[in-house]
């Protein structure tokens, strides 16, 4: 079951308000940077994995959110901005 866009919803407010609809409390967790951690991990691959390594980048300046209903992730988002300038290898 779908729901039908309402003016002024983007699709992650559209598919969080279906699961309202269901009967699903939402729930949101905001990111905080100052008493978290975002690290990537880069693994190289193919014929030139000899020669390479695999990287772990900390990105120090992010934000973001999720947002999901516990009872069904079936409808959960994701948001996250980073910039590319706070990247440390």
């Known amino acids: 079951m779908s729901a039908t ?3 002024g919803l983007g699709q ?5 308000s279906s699961a309202t609809q269901k009967g699903f409390a939402t729930v949101r967790y905001v990111l905080d940077p100052s ?3 975002f690290t990537v991990q880069a693994f ?11 990287p ?15 009872d069904t992730y079936e409808d959960a988002s994701l948001q996250l901005t980073a910039k ?3 990247f440390e290898v």
């Open 5 to 7: 866009p309402r003016e």
């Open 12 to 16: 992650k407010d559209t598919a969080l």
């Open 35 to 37: 008493v978290s951690r």
């Open 44 to 54: 190289a691959t193919g014929i030139l994995s000899a020669f390479g390594h695999n």
């Open 56 to 70: 772990t980048i900390a990105i120090r300046d992010y934000d973001g959110e999720v947002q999901f209903a516990p």
């Open 84 to 86: 590319t300038t706070s």
